[in-house]
């Protein structure tokens, strides 16, 4: 079976199709950073009319790279929620239409399932159950998922999701928005151990995660400090350094208590290297294993859809035939715990 993903629900329109039996035939993004970038964050209005603009050629070129027709889709995923609503209307808008137009079922996906699944889209891909850490830049969760749909939140951050709090960080070291990664890239410039940061809930004793006061202490640093280049750097490293810990002792913390042996990591601070290696060191260490997206697919992306969609319509759950329906909704706010 052929399912064609649509992800709109911030700043980037991912398109993909996915085949059960062939995997990920083609997939197409654009992302909205250049938009935004002026304006330091996503500006909601700006984005929903972007993804106006991209989504139709793109799900055209998405179609065209996999070599095949419309009509031989048979079903059409879509972002239903958590999400900018205005942005998530247009890729709900697009998939329901499409669907009752080609007489074919669409499937609501919740965006943090896309990304809890998307270490399935590569190989050696882990089995179920597997613990996942989610660290994106509204999230940053600890689940336990026994299979599609049978997911136990853990954990969760208090305040700040990890993606947040480097986007945060990063702003304030002068770099541009989002800037994870840029962040990232200053901090191998940096010399460890010349700034001291704080470990926000390292004891605990649950599997919550706390961001806000880290990037306060870098706030404070930088108020007390006359700041050149060198040190941007270093306190890039030093706030690195302390997210790193904090993720990878929870996250181990959570296999032990759990009996896990399968680690898995989603969303767009999976990217982060510092993270992966230190989280391929540390679980190798104890026995477990680690599973990572590929690079491409950490960040939003169509593909994680289109597979979270194609997962969905073999269990033949969470399946609506558009003949019978004559609304859709989107979901601004939505738990996963609820699926
Ligand atoms: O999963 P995602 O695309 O967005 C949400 O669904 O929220 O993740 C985006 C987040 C941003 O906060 C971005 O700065 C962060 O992932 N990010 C990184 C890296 N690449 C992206 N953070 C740290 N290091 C990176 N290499
Ligand atoms: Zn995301």
């Given at each position: 079976m052929i399912v064609l993903g649509i992800e709109t629900s911030c700043d980037e329109t991912g398109i993909a199709v996915y085949h059960?039996?062939?995997?990920?035939?083609s997939h197409t993004l654009f992302s909205q950073i250049e938009i935004h970038n002026e304006y330091g964050g996503v500006v909601p209005e700006l984005a929903s009319r972007d993804h106006i603009r991209r989504t139709i050629p793109l799900i055209k070129k998405a179609l065209q790279n996999a070599h095949i027709d419309l009509h031989e889709i048979d079903a059409i995923a879509f972002t239903q929620g958590p999400g900018l609503a205005g942005a998530l209307l247009v890729g709900a808008s697009i998939a329901n239409a499409m669907a009752f137009a080609l007489k074919i079922p669409v499937l609501n996906i919740h965006h943090l399932e896309g990304h809890l699944l998307?270490?399935?889209?590569?190989?050696p891909a882990p089995c179920f159950p597997f613990l996942a850490l989610l660290v994106s830049g509204g999230h940053t969760q600890l689940i336990k998922v026994k299979g599609i749909g049978q997911y136990t939140l853990l954990g969760e951050t208090v305040d700040d999701a990890a993606g947040e709090a480097f986007d945060k960080t990063a702003k304030l070291l002068g770099?541009?928005?989002?800037g994870g990664k840029a962040l990232a890239e200053l901090a191998t410039k940096g010399r460890p151990s010349c700034f001291k940061l704080p470990r926000p809930m390292?004891?605990?004793?649950?599997f919550n995660f706390s961001f806000s006061g880290l990037k306060t202490a870098v706030l404070t640093l930088i108020k007390n400090h006359e700041i050149n280049d060198q040190m941007r750097a270093d306190i890039a490293l030093a706030f690195q350094e302390a997210a790193v810990d904090i993720l990878t002792e929870k996250s181990l913390a959570a296999l032990a208590r759990t009996g896990l042996t399968q680690l898995v990591i989603a969303g767009?601070?999976?990217?982060n290297i510092a993270l992966r290696s230190r989280l391929l060191q540390e679980t190798s260490r104890i026995g477990a294993t680690v599973f990572f997206p590929e690079f491409q697919f950490?960040?939003?992306?169509?593909a994680m859809i289109a597979f979270a969609g194609a997962m969905r319509l073999l269990k033949q759950d969470t399946v609506r035939c558009p003949e019978t329906m004559n609304s859709f909704t989107v979901k601004a706010r939505w738990e996963l715990e609820t699926l």
């Open positions: 059960t039996e062939n995997g990920l035939l998307s270490p399935l889209l590569s190989k770099l541009d928005y989002p390292r004891h605990s004793g649950d767009g601070v999976g990217a950490c960040t939003d992306n169509g």
